[in-house]
């Protein structure tokens, strides 16, 4: 999972892609990095940390231009380090070119072993600058035209930001995994991940990329070309909706904040709970618990904060303390749960350990009766290939388990998932149009022989 962004024709360019990265801080922690042009040259930072960390106004001062794109990183695809931080870049015959990219490709490993025996070198493990080499192979005289031939020989997601001395380009996959959204702001155009990137800035959103569209922006104007058609149907990651996304963010059509309240009403009406108190378990969980007591009855408590402010590492005491690790992220309000029957509302159980270590503290720290587990999503059964980090199969406590043995396992009371169908209460027919893959096993493209 990753966050992008692009600026086109704005004076300040980098100040505005700097605030849409920190605004799309939450789709990547692990790096950032912006590109401009000033219409002669392209001017680069990159580096490991948060946006704010690492972009100060003494960089900001370095990028000149009234283009630029931007980059948060969460690695799927490549080791976390420098050379993988994005956008990337590189010099060929065709001039100087910065690529951004959010998403996926699942052959790449077929792709760069075919390029490498052809000649190229790589300077990084991601999939993304396979993209960068098919470009600098391409015979096509224009830069929209070497893209487009590379675009069709990728396979999985993607949505894509570019940048040239005189050009900046973007594309999304011709089936939409994820969102991109184009807005506009005082004569110029923004490109983003989310709207909520758009909200920061004061930009008027437009519409979303479609799905297999190229729009290529040039001497004050932009031109939308197709160099895919979209797939009959779309599959738009329904992960988005339930963890992925910010809460206030517009994308695929629909508010996020209404769309994971809504799972958990479905939620109340297919595993309901005996309880005093519903809880969430912050922040994804908050609109979920919300929507579940509102259907349930039962009233809505704050009985889990979470911790702001917790950089990447943290020193543990010599002596240990049980459960540190969630323990400094979370914290139980024993005024809210103690002699408490307690309905605690998460989006997702991975691997089961976080959800057991939850459970455990609710008990013995904040002194509940029960614990009722309720969980937003089905039970994740295999991992994606489209953009998120998730675990192999092997490693998923639901594709190894029943419900009952994971219910076992996190020591709750009860254990309830929302159901597939449940998934799409917003709309029936509309499972069609989402990828659903981590839930159903059904994977709309080829994907890697050793998932397990």
């Known amino acids: 999972m990753c966050g992008v962004v692009g600026i086109y024709n704005h004076p300040e360019a980098a100040n505005l892609a700097y605030l849409c990265l920190y605004a799309l801080q939450h789709r990547g922690q692990e790096s950032g990095g912006i590109v401009t042009s000033d219409g002669g040259e392209l001017h680069s930072f990159r580096s490991m940390g948060l946006i704010p960390d690492i972009i100060t106004p003494q960089v900001l001062e370095t990028l000149p231009g009234k283009m630029a794109v931007g980059h948060v990183r969460y690695s799927t695809t490549g080791e976390s ?8 870049s590189m010099d060929f015959a065709g001039g100087q070119l910065a690529l951004g990219h959010n998403g996926n490709l699942t052959n790449a490993r077929i792709l760069r072993e075919m390029l490498e025996k052809s000649g190229s070198v790589f300077q990084s493990t991601m999939d993304t600058e396979v993209l960068l080499h098919l470009i600098a192979k391409s015979s096509k005289s224009h830069l929209p035209d070497r893209i487009a031939e590379a675009l069709l020989q990728a396979v999985g997601a993607y949505c894509l930001v570019f940048v040239s001395k005189n050009q900046m380009i973007v594309a999304r996959d011709p089936k939409g995994f994820r969102p991109l959204l184009l807005g506009k702001l005082d004569g110029g155009f923004v490109v983003v991940s989310e709207s909520c990137a758009l909200d920061l800035i004061g930009a008027t959103l437009i519409r979303e990329v479609d799905p297999g569209e190229m729009l ?4 004050g104007e932009m031109r939308s070309v197709r160099f895919a058609l979209p797939e009959k149907r779309e599959n738009r990651c329904i992960f988005e909706f339930i963890y992925f996304a910010r809460p206030d963010s517009h994308i695929f059509g629909r508010d996020v904040y209404q769309m994971r309240k809504g799972f958990g009403r479905q939620l109340a009406k297919e595993q309901p709970a005996e309880g005093d108190v519903v809880i969430p378990v912050p922040d994804s969980g908050v609109p979920a618990a919300i929507g579940y007591s509102e259907v349930s009855g039962i009233p809505f408590q704050m009985g889990l904060i979470r911790n702001h402010y917790i950089g990447r590492t943290f020193i543990e005491p010599e002596q240990k303390i049980r459960d540190f690790g969630v323990k400094i992220k979370l914290n139980p309000v024993r005024e809210v749960l103690n002699g408490k029957r307690v309905v605690v509302v998460d989006d997702s159980i991975v691997r089961g350990t976080t959800a057991r270590k939850i459970v455990k503290m609710l008990r013995e720290i904040g002194g509940a009766k029960e614990v009722h587990l309720r969980v937003s999503s089905p039970p994740t059964l295999g991992p994606c290939f489209y953009g998120m980090d998730t675990p192999t199969r092997k490693e998923l406590i639901a594709a190894n388990k029943s419900v009952e043995e994971i219910r076992q396992f996190v020591g709750a009371d009860s254990l309830g998932y929302l159901s597939e169908a449940g998934l799409y209460w917003f ?23 050793a998932h397990d």
């Open 81 to 88: 380090r420098l050379q993988n931080v994005q956008p990337i």
């Open 216 to 219: 290529i922006f040039q001497e």
């Open 427 to 449: 709309e029936k027919g509309l499972a069609e149009s989402f990828c659903d893959a981590c839930f159903t096993g059904k994977y709309p493209t080829p994907v890697p022989d």
